[in-house]
């Protein structure tokens, strides 16, 4: 197990270069309303610490949150719970094969100028750009902060950890070609689906330390 989490540090480390070094938290905050006109919300707590992040995931009804910490330096992903007040988790090798959206964290945020006369508009104390987006499954319009150096392909990049995980809404990103992070953002169904709204939530230029806490967890190895 050493010598496989030491191999995989050399390109890790790359990875980590590649990928911009943010410092911020915030929380994403999605709705997804079907043709029935039933709405289901959803939020992921993120921060960004260099090249390490951690997201909290947040259960639904009888389901325990779920925190996950990478650390490219180390090849490690850290998966941590609580059930029944019982601190557990799993430390696993940082690979494709367990982190399926793991090329998706590298993406990022250059653009180019806007053009004239493109709507703009203040969310939150950022100045936003209105940028429409269309793809194969959605169109839609998105407020893209200008002061924020993070991609919304990587922010979904950390939701895709385990084996055979679906990559689906980072590859969206990606076809959109949105390199920037929208603050708010609404997205209609071209194929009869769920209508999407995300909004980045209590964004702040500081880590939020809780999310990378491991004590008082007992964590087993996991072999590759």
């Known amino acids: 197990m050493k010598a496989l989490v030491l191999s995989l ?4 480390l790359l990875v980590g270069a590649i990928a911009q070094a943010q410092t911020c938290s915030f929380m994403l905050v999605s709705s997804s309303t079907n043709a029935s006109g039933n709405t289901r919300m959803d939020s992921i707590a993120y921060s960004f610490n260099g090249p390490d992040v951690a997201i ?4 639904g009804p009888r389901q325990p949150d779920v925190r996950l910490i990478f650390d490219p330096a180390a090849g490690t992903i850290t998966q941590l719970h609580e059930i029944n007040g019982r601190k557990g988790g799993f430390v696993f090798p940082m690979s494709e094969k367990r982190w399926p959206g793991m090329p998706h964290s590298t993406a990022t ?8 006369g493109q709507r703009t508009r203040t969310i939150d104390g950022h100045d ?3 940028v429409k987006v269309n793809g194969t499954e959605y169109t839609g319009i998105a407020w893209v902060a200008e002061d924020i150096p993070l991609s919304m392909e990587r922010v979904f990049s950390y939701q895709s950890v385990g084996g055979g995980k679906q990559t689906k809404e980072a590859d969206q990103f990606a076809e959109f070609g949105l390199t920037g ?3 708010e953002m ?18 702040t230029g500081t880590v939020d330390a809780s999310l990378f806490d491991t004590s008082g967890h007992t964590t087993s190895l996991v072999e590759e």
Do not use: F, M, W
């Open 181 to 183: 992070l929208p603050l």
């Open 9 to 12: 540090i050399t390109p890790l």
């Open 109 to 116: 945020t250059a653009r180019p100028e806007p053009p004239s």
């Open 128 to 130: 936003c750009l209105e």
């Open 186 to 203: 609404q997205l209609t169904s071209a194929k009869n689906g769920s209508d999407i709204r995300l909004k980045v939530a209590h964004y």
């Open 56 to 59: 909290r995931i947040h259960g």
